[in-house]
């Protein structure tokens, strides 16, 4: 009875077995066989992971091949904390080849619901090679680009800066952000559960941006800023701006300005530093501005270069007295006269000849109160007052450069039209894009060739007059035509007492131009007169262009007394 029960539990589990063993199998087969793809497709995902592959930044040139902006060659560590076996190791690892607070990262390590924690970006590939030879699971990497700038403070301003994601933020880099910036790869890659990828299920390669190649000279850069800090230092002056432009073509030779910062630490320089004052920043030009009444006035015949007003002191406008800079009898002036002796009572008495809407025209005509259409973001168009709104003595302080503002840029493609036989062309900063070559480039007409000479001539005559106020822009073997301004800063209410605006624009060789240089310093001290503190440095820029370029000289040199 005993044996009989013991071979009936043996039968009974021997059917157990069986039933389970066969369903198993049964179990088995359907997984291998009727799920196995829809499985296998999930194992995939869950170990599938997509990296996007930034694409390499073009490179910024200056016109002679010198690097202004690079990507340096960086690699990027990051950890998937839900496949890491030992995140204290990986901090404390991180902190021995990163420098990394081993004590922040610690717990972002630790935090299951992420899929993706940055160890160390931008990392220097021969300590992240270090790193990674650790073999710890979880842990990847990627290469990526830092943005970086070779020059430091040179150009600083024009060149602009791109951010932690390599994209523009301001300058050239914001402003050509699109083709500089390439289009990015992706590549889903299938790993183990040790982190370890085993397939490349798909990848779209990243094609590199293209290469820019600006009209900037690096050493004629480099050297504009050096005379600006030293103008600078040298008057107690808030700030200073240079433009050296080719007349002829437009291209901006040099754009600087003091004090600068280097692009590679820009988180420490303020906005004010960053910001390109010569395109974005507008100021009353001051007698600078006095061309343009004058170039009018010639052109439509309502005066001569020879032509002479009688002219007191100072004279009513309206509500407004306009006197001159310094105290003087009444005096006959021609009309190359007052242009080189600086007469505000001069011009004005012109101005008024010319008429309000002529003098509006001619306004317009030169370019102010519009944007130059310059490749650089941010460009102010100045302030013009509109016709509509002028009031009696409003003829008394536009031909004057008061009641109005302008920038540098445009300041410098009005006289640089004037160095071009009196045809404005459109300034620009890049030369190339990749391989093509920018030839959209506006040009226009002011006046005529005949005007533009007499035009010339006139300011030829306030560098080497005798009293005349451009004096200290002469240079030595060359012939120099240009204009001082001196101008006071406008305030809240009314203008800010003993703060000025001294300015020198010019051109060298006088006949055939190569270079027109604006200088503008911002609130000088000790002395505030264009004459005598931004035309030392437009002198000092252009003589060291000059003898770069190799432009042979046009003007004999006096020899010495004996």
């Known amino acids: 009875m005993r044996d009989r029960n013991a071979n009936r539990r043996i039968r ?34 869950q170990h599938r992971e997509s990296i996007v592959i930034p694409a390499g930044r ?23 904390p839900r496949q890491l076996t030992d995140p204290r190791a990986v901090a404390a690892a991180a902190h021995q080849y990163f420098g990394v607070n081993a004590n922040q990262l610690y717990p972002q390590l630790l935090n299951r619901h992420e899929q993706f924690v940055y160890i160390q970006r931008f990392a220097d590939p021969k300590s992240a090679s270090q790193f990674l030879a650790k073999g710890f699971t979880g842990v990847n990497s990627y290469p990526e680009e830092k943005r970086a700038y070779p020059q430091g403070n040179v150009a600083a301003q024009v060149i602009g800066f791109a951010g932690t994601d390599n994209q523009g933020l301001s300058g050239l880099e914001i402003q050509y952000n699109k083709q500089l910036s390439g289009t990015p790869g992706k590549q889903t890659i299938v790993r183990d559960p040790f982190g370890r990828a085993i397939n490349v299920v798909s990848a779209t390669p990243e094609q590199q941006g293209q290469n820019l190649v600006t009209t900037i000279d690096n050493t004629i850069q480099a050297n504009a800023e050096q005379v600006l800090r030293q103008t600078v230092k040298t008057w107690h002056a808030k700030s200073a701006t240079a433009v050296v432009l080719d007349p002829h073509t437009g291209a901006i030779l040099a754009m600087a300005q ?37 170039g009018g006035a010639l052109s439509t015949g309502t005066v001569t270069p020879h032509t002479k007003f009688t002219l007191p002191y100072q004279i009513k406008v309206a509500d407004r007295t ?40 001619w306004i317009q005509k030169f370019g102010f109160g519009s944007l130059t259409g310059i490749d650089f973001p941010g460009e102010s168009p100045g302030q013009v007052l509109p016709l509509a709104q002028w009031s009696g003595s409003t003829i008394g302080n536009v031909p004057i450069g008061q009641g109005i503002a302008v920038t540098p840029i445009q300041l410098a493609a009005a006289y640089g039209a004037i160095a071009n036989g009196g045809v404005w062309v459109q300034p620009h900063l890049v030369e190339r894009i990749g391989g093509r070559v920018n ?44 204009k001082t301004g001196t101008a006071q800063v406008p305030g809240p209410h009314g203008y800010t007492t003993g703060q000025y605006v001294a300015s020198f624009i010019g051109m060298v060789p006088v006949k055939t131009p190569r270079i027109l240089i604006v200088v503008t310093v911002y609130e000088p001290h000790s002395q505030i007169y264009g004459g005598i503190v931004a035309a030392p440095a437009f002198a000092q820029i252009a003589k060291f262009d000059l003898q770069y370029m190799a432009v042979p000289p046009d003007a004999p040199v006096s020899a010495p007394h004996p």
């Open 58 to 80: 073009g490179t910024i040139f200056d016109t002679n091949g010198v690097q202004l902006a690079i990507g340096e060659q960086t690699t990027t560590v990051y950890a998937d």
């Open 439 to 482: 030839r959209d480039i506006k040009k226009r007409r002011i006046v005529s060739p005949a005007i533009d000479q007499e035009l010339k001539t006139m300011l030829t005559g306030v560098v080497d007059e005798h009293g005349a106020t451009g004096t200290e822009a002469a240079i030595p073997g060359y012939t120099v035509a240009g």
């Open 258 to 294: 003091a004090p600068g910062y280097n692009a590679n630490n820009t988180s420490q320089a303020s906005f004010a530093l960053q910001r390109n004052r010569a395109v974005t920043d507008s100021y009353e030009p001051g007698s600078t501005f006095k061309l343009v009444t004058i």
């Open 12 to 45: 009974l589990l021997l059917v157990i077995f069986a039933l389970v063993f066969a369903g198993t199998l049964a179990r088995a087969v359907w997984l291998q066989g009727v799920r196995a793809a829809s499985l296998g497709r999930m194992a995939e995902r």
């Open 322 to 361: 306009v006197h001159d800079a310094e105290p003087r009898g009444t005096e006959t002036l021609s009309v190359s006269q007052i242009l080189s002796h600086s007469s505000n009572v001069g011009a004005v008495t012109i101005a008024e000849k010319l008429g309000a809407p002529q003098v509006m025209n």
